[in-house]
């Protein structure tokens, strides 16, 4: 089983609401991560996590807080977010932490849009 | 810093017809190169990967792509376009160490019946 999933596929919130993504995989990876896709662009990494602990955080604002339970599920928390925040938001998961070889598997993704 | 470069934001080609898809890289070190695919809608999915190993690698649905040290391309080819093969294509590179993916800006196949 190579797969990620992400919950919920569409979400529209306002700039007041708080939301979470969420992301679960179950092919014992142990590097997770976020990504942020905007229309016709490629993916910009937000954050990685290796053994459920946080080792990137590539300057993503407060708005975004990421969570990582335990090894199979990763959340993204959204709080009084901004319009130019709407994307598709794409989770994936590799095996070992985070390694240069490693291929990353992607969920397919969450697509959010911000009123 | 690592870098690749997709010549070509928009690629079109024939049902039949051989799809060439470019990427250069920059790189101090030697890297680790990726192609992913995104279908509309959809997440990325790996193509083929270079690990060092062997020059010529070889993926899904009849893609390869030959790693040119000399010319610091990782050219993805397939012999024959399908319908289905229209999509964007992502070259991405890594080094050794705990450095993410870095991707290309990406590439939209049109494949034309």
């Known amino acids: 089983d190579t797969e990620v999933t992400q919950t919920p596929k569409h979400l529209v919130m306002g700039m007041t609401n708080k939301k979470s993504l969420k992301c679960e995989q179950h092919?014992?990876?142990?590097?997770m991560y976020w990504y942020k896709q905007k229309a016709k662009k490629p993916p910009e990494l937000m954050f990685v996590?290796?053994?459920?602990?946080?080792?990137i955080n590539e300057s993503v604002p407060s708005r975004f807080s990421p969570e990582c339970p335990n090894s199979s599920l990763l959340n993204l928390h959204l709080h009084a977010l901004q319009p130019e925040d709407s994307a598709l938001y794409l989770c994936?998961?590799?095996?070992?932490?985070?390694?240069?070889?490693?291929?990353?598997?992607f969920g397919p993704g969450t697509r959010l849009t911000v009123l | 810093a690592q870098s690749v470069t997709q010549l070509g934001s928009h690629v079109s080609v024939s049902e039949g017809a051989l799809v060439l898809l470019r990427c250069n890289y920059s790189?101090?070190?030697?890297?680790?190169l990726f192609w992913y695919v995104q279908y509309p809608n959809q997440g990325l999915q790996l193509l083929l990967k270079y690990t060092s190993a062997a020059t010529l690698v070889k993926g899904i649905n009849g893609f390869e792509a030959e790693f040119k040290k000399s010319e610091t391309s990782f050219h993805l080819t397939k012999p024959s376009a399908h319908m289905s093969d229209a999509a964007e294509y992502f070259c991405a590179v890594s080094h050794s160490g705990n450095t993410p993916l870095v991707f290309g800006k990406g590439t939209r196949l049109s494949v034309i019946a």
């Open positions: 996590y290796s053994y459920e602990k946080l080792s």
């Open positions: 790189s101090s070190v030697p890297p680790y």
């Open positions: 994936a998961s590799s095996h070992r932490s985070s390694g240069p070889t490693d291929t990353q598997y």
């Open positions: 092919m014992g990876h142990r590097a």
